[in-house]
């Protein structure tokens, strides 16, 4: 079974780069969908995007112009990076992976994001 | 605002059946057969309960079904157990341009 881990730094200040890491062991990331998502502290959740096997990506188009996911196959990981943070990006970011229809399948544990100076 | 609409929380009691409802428009839960469920329990990850309206993924108990009329979904748990205490979460895909919405959550209480 596919394990996914978050990883980044914890707090980032405000008009930075939000930067995150997905660790997947157990499974390629040559195959399936690999997403973000993000949880605002006590709310709802959102999806951000995704990376799939060729490469191509789709993102939320509300943060389309922030937005960047990338993945390295040599290391098996795939990242997150959005750009000019304010305190409203602060949330649990959580990786996921799956097929098209179920591309929530597996998920990481999460990881809390503070946006703060 | 969330693109889907579920009620905030519902409620019942052990052996009960609830069922939770997720109202969206013809551009995405009445267009797409790709309708999944979320269940959340404090401080954890969302797990995966229903995929497509209707699909159970391997390991979730048959307590749990999905279905779907119009651009209305519902998930129904029976014979509720305190352990599906937990928000519940709505997810449909909205076309090439939009990808995937949510609804708001519910909040389930096991009385």
């Known amino acids: 079974q596919v394990q996914l881990q978050e990883s980044g730094p914890g707090l980032v200040k405000p008009s930075e780069t939000l930067s995150l890491t997905c660790t997947v062991s157990?499974?390629?990331?040559?195959?399936?969908?690999w997403s973000w998502i993000r949880q605002p502290p006590g709310k709802g959740l959102e999806w951000i995007g995704y990376i799939y096997y060729s490469g191509r990506t789709i993102y939320n188009p509300s943060l389309k112009s922030r937005v960047s996911i990338s993945a390295d196959t040599s290391k098996n990981q795939f990242s997150l990076e959005l750009n000019s943070v304010t305190p409203a990006d602060t949330a649990a970011y959580y990786c996921?992976?799956?097929?098209?229809?179920?591309?929530?399948?597996?998920w990481g544990q999460g990881t809390l994001v503070t946006v703060s100076s | 605002q969330s693109a889907l609409t579920q009620p905030a929380s519902v409620s019942g009691s052990p052996g009960q059946s609830i069922t939770i409802s997720c109202t969206g428009t013809n551009s995405d839960v009445g267009s797409y057969n790709l309708v999944s469920w979320y269940q959340q329990h404090p401080g954890k990850a969302p797990k995966l309960m229903i995929y497509e309206d209707s699909k159970r993924p391997s390991g979730i108990s048959n307590r749990f079904s999905g279905s779907k009329s119009g651009n209305t979904a519902s998930l129904t748990i029976s014979g509720l157990q305190a352990e599906d205490e937990a928000d519940y979460y709505c997810?449909?895909?909205?076309?090439?341009?939009?990808?995937?919405?949510f609804g708001g959550g519910t909040k389930l209480t096991v009385l």
């Open positions: 997810c449909s895909y909205a076309g090439s341009t939009t990808l995937w919405v």
């Open positions: 996921a992976c799956g097929t098209f229809s179920d591309w929530g399948s597996q």
């Open positions: 157990g499974g390629s990331i040559s195959s399936y969908y």
